[in-house]
């Protein structure tokens, strides 16, 4: 039976000869079998509905022939099995604009997935943030689609760098959380397109090799069972061979779902198993459709274990190594953003005498939601706990928002006063009810006793969209109390997307924005305020100045439509400034751009520019370069990013950054169905934001 299994060093044409070999020999029951998961009900019984207590089979797998299966777990800040590294939410790795740091991440996490016995991935979810109110903003990287797949195709890169196979979610149109299994998005095929997949296809044409279905509707149809998602565009439009997977529960619900493009139904057969056997016997489903996803399943499977691994072994002793906790760091480093700043930043540890660090938040580990993205790394460190390591406790008061009288009274004998805010998984993250089903309240009907057994009561729902954009009004009312004092304030906002600032911006000194950070959160924070680092992130989102500037959003809704507009290009659109614009982001060091030029070859552009660091202190500066179209074409963004790079720079240095634009990503959607580039003068320009002024610029011909 071993000319049946997958063997290190066999070639593609060996791999197809030996996955034909299992389908000839596998029973219909055998191959069904393969297009789901098995046996997870059980385990979460016996694991006390701890998510990820173990590998989940996810697809694969005949036990008669010794076919081996996937093993998945997920999840985007890390390996959500055991006690692994918590990296900083995807959100804030988005702020990084790094894409090798991503793919270092990426490699990172699969070292740590392979030691734990997995080898698919749920870890890229690149969903646009149409709105900052999305309760698992946190899980993506932003609201720009270049931006977007640029940095899932390097986490997807870093990950199947170790045979892990990556799986890019939840397609598509997932931006809501609260109502993600009944909400259906009307769209048309340009705003599809043009806004809400391109993205997706970035990730597809870099190699990765799965794709999980959303479980909301688009237009009419649930998308784990949508043939023109999974099969006209997917496999027809852009050459996909890898294979379609569900999202957890709930995500196919009728077996037509395998004739529509989906490969796996998980975690178990609710509606495939059986329900598919049937259909294939009576006739409504050809047996073709069977052999087909399990061929897609046993081809991605079968090049993963063939391929040479770059390390001799996996053991336990690389997860949340030092190497990987170092690299947390660094990713908190980069990832911060520095919204504002009046001159107060950075602090000098030498002349500071003593510091009042306030708020709730700044001795809680926060590190994100509590849904299937949770990591429990083996330590996290605080803000609080980082300050007090780099500055010493001796120097620090605290107090908070609970207390605030008390709270005011530190920090009017302080030199400065650090207030902590934001949100926990109470707040935002992926909707879990207080009677726990993974988040599918919905679902109980159709759910074994295991599971509903398994269930862990509580008091109160956590996660879901958020309910307001406002810090909470004790936060506001602690800021705007103690900056009373005349104490210079900075505030660290912890979020997953947009917080509006208006109530309290104006009696601040310094803001900075850092996300869920991760295990090294609060080692980060200590070096970003004392200057060991400069700041260096970018918005991924904006942040406007009035709610209202954002598009239409209901987390109660059942129907929404989605269109060409949202973030920096609504804004603009409606000819309204935001507070801070996407891409925004302050720095200790000070830059200049020069010499931007262009270069057109076979189906790319070329362009490469010089930075100069003109400050005294090192830094990384994130270039953005953005696109203007000849205007033409409506609807059409104004302004769009088309590449970036991240460059560092120590004081008085000068070096050449370069960014490649494929022409095939300036192009629009016609009514046809075709694709085309409006001919005319482009502008690029670099800009420190999507409302900046150009710092250079050039025109191309197109």
């Known amino acids: 039976?071993?000319?049946?299994?997958?063997?290190?060093?066999?070639?593609?044409?060996?791999?197809?000869?030996?996955?034909?070999?299992?389908?000839?020999?596998?029973?219909?029951?055998?191959?069904?079998?393969?297009?789901?998961?098995?046996?997870?009900?059980?385990?979460?019984?016996?694991?006390?509905?701890?998510?990820?207590?173990?590998?989940?089979?996810?697809?694969?797998?005949?036990?008669?022939?010794?076919?081996?299966?996937?093993?998945?777990?997920?999840?985007?800040?890390?390996?959500?099995?055991?006690?692994?590294?918590?990296?900083?939410?995807?959100?804030?790795?988005?702020?990084?604009f790094d894409i090798d740091l991503e793919r270092r991440i990426g490699e990172a996490m699969a070292i740590e997935i392979r030691a734990q016995g997995c080898n698919l991935s749920g870890a890229v979810c690149i969903n646009l943030l149409r709105?900052?109110?999305w309760g698992r903003a946190q899980e993506t990287y932003g609201e720009d689609p270049q931006h977007l797949g640029a940095m899932?195709?390097?986490?997807?890169?870093?990950?199947?760098?170790?045979?892990?196979?990556?799986?890019?979610?939840?397609?598509?149109?997932?931006?809501?959380?609260?109502?993600?299994?009944?909400?259906?998005?009307?769209?048309?095929?340009?705003?599809?397109?043009?806004?809400?997949?391109?993205?997706?296809?970035?990730?597809?044409?870099?190699?990765?090799?799965?794709?999980?279905?959303?479980?909301?509707?688009?237009?009419?149809?649930?998308?784990?069972?949508?043939?023109?998602?999974l099969t006209d565009i997917l496999r027809g439009e852009w050459g996909f061979t890898g294979f379609v997977h569900s999202d957890w529960v709930m995500g196919v619900y009728k077996p037509y779902g395998a004739t529509a493009g989906l490969d796996v139904e998980n975690p178990e057969p609710l509606v495939f198993g059986p329900k598919l056997l049937a259909a294939v016997e009576a006739g409504t489903i050809a047996p073709h459709v069977i052999?087909?996803?399990?061929?897609?399943?046993?081809?991605?499977?079968?090049?993963?274990?063939?391929?040479?691994?770059?390390?001799?072994?996996?053991?336990?002793s690389l997860v949340a190594s030092s190497g990987h906790v170092a690299l947390a760091l660094e990713a908190a480093e980069k990832s911060a953003v520095l919204l504002r700043n009046d001159g107060v930043l950075p602090l000098d540890p030498a002349r500071l005498r003593r510091l009042a660090v306030l708020g709730r938040l700044a001795c809680l580990e926060n590190t994100g939601d509590n849904g299937s993205s949770r990591v429990r790394p083996p330590h996290i460190v605080t803000p609080l706990a980082g300050l007090a390591a780099a500055l010493g406790a001796d120097r620090i008061v605290t107090g908070d928002e609970t207390d605030i009288?008390?709270?005011?009274?530190?920090?009017?004998?302080?030199?400065?006063?650090?207030?902590?805010?934001?949100?926990?998984?109470?707040?935002?993250?992926?909707?879990?009810?207080?009677?726990?089903?993974?988040?599918?309240?919905?679902?109980?009907?159709?759910?074994?006793?295991?599971v509903k057994q398994a269930r862990k009561r509580r008091p109160h729902a956590i996660g879901g969209d958020r309910t307001s954009l406002d810090l909470s009004a004790d936060q506001v009312a602690l800021i705007n109390a103690v900056a009373a004092t005349g104490?210079?304030?900075?505030?660290?906002?912890?979020?997953?997307?947009?917080?509006?600032?208006?109530?309290?911006?104006?009696?601040?000194?310094?803001i900075l924005q850092t996300f869920y950070a991760g295990m090294e959160?609060?080692?980060?924070?200590?070096?970003?305020?004392?200057?060991?680092?400069?700041?260096?992130?970018?918005?991924?989102?904006?942040?406007?100045?009035?709610?209202?500037?954002?598009?239409?959003?209901?987390?109660?809704?059942?129907?929404?439509?989605y269109d060409h507009w949202h973030g920096y290009a609504l804004l603009a659109h409606d000819s309204k400034a935001a507070r801070y614009a996407f891409g925004h982001g302050l720095s200790y060091a000070r830059f200049e751009i020069r010499a931007l030029g262009a270069h057109r070859s076979e189906g790319m552009l070329d362009f490469r520019l010089a930075v100069t660091n003109h400050g005294a202190v090192a830094g990384d500066h994130v270039v953005l370069l953005w696109a203007e179209p000849p205007g033409g074409v409506s609807p059409c963004w104004q302004r769009r990013l088309a590449g970036f790079a991240r460059i560092s720079l120590a004081p008085g240095e000068t070096g050449m950054a370069q960014i490649r634009v494929p022409l095939a990503a300036l192009r629009h959607r016609t009514a046809a169905r075709t694709w085309q580039l409006e001919q005319g003068n482009w502008r690029f320009v670099i800009a420190d934001n999507a409302e900046a002024s150009a710092a250079q610029g050039v025109t191309v011909l197109l």
């Open 487 to 510: 104490t210079p304030v900075i505030v660290v906002i912890i979020a997953g997307s947009a917080v509006m600032v208006e109530a309290w911006h104006d009696t601040t000194a310094a």
């Open 152 to 229: 899932g195709s390097a986490l997807g890169q870093g990950l199947q760098a170790h045979n892990v196979c990556a799986t890019v979610k939840h397609f598509a149109l997932n931006s809501m959380e609260n109502t993600r299994f009944k909400v259906n998005v009307s769209i048309d095929d340009r705003a599809l397109h043009e806004v809400y997949l391109p993205h997706f296809k970035a990730c597809i044409d870099a190699g990765v090799a799965s794709v999980m279905s959303a479980y909301n509707l688009m237009n009419g149809e649930y998308c784990g069972q949508h043939t023109h998602l």
């Open 291 to 316: 052999d087909t996803a399990c061929r897609r399943i046993l081809m991605t499977l079968y090049r993963f274990a063939s391929a040479q691994d770059p390390l001799p072994e996996y053991p336990m």
């Open 521 to 561: 959160g609060g080692t980060a924070l200590a070096r970003l305020l004392t200057g060991a680092v400069s700041p260096s992130g970018r918005l991924p989102f904006t942040v406007a100045r009035d709610a209202g500037d954002y598009p239409f959003f209901d987390r109660d809704a059942v129907a929404i439509t």
């Open 1 to 96: 039976m071993t000319d049946l299994l997958p063997e290190k060093g066999l070639t593609l044409d060996q791999i197809a000869a030996r996955v034909d070999a299992v389908l000839a020999q596998a029973s219909l029951t055998e191959k069904i079998g393969m297009m789901s998961g098995q046996g997870f009900f059980a385990a979460y019984k016996e694991d006390g509905g701890l998510w990820a207590a173990r590998p989940y089979r996810a697809g694969g797998g005949i036990e008669r022939l010794g076919v081996p299966a996937f093993w998945f777990t997920d999840g985007p800040r890390g390996a959500a099995r055991g006690n692994s590294t918590c990296f900083p939410c995807t959100m804030a790795r988005g702020a990084s």
């Open 131 to 133: 709105h900052p109110a």
């Open 405 to 450: 009288p008390a709270a005011v009274e530190a920090a009017a004998g302080a030199d400065a006063a650090i207030i902590v805010t934001g949100y926990t998984a109470r707040e935002e993250g992926e909707f879990i009810p207080g009677d726990f089903t993974l988040g599918q309240d919905d679902a109980a009907p159709v759910l074994p006793d295991e």
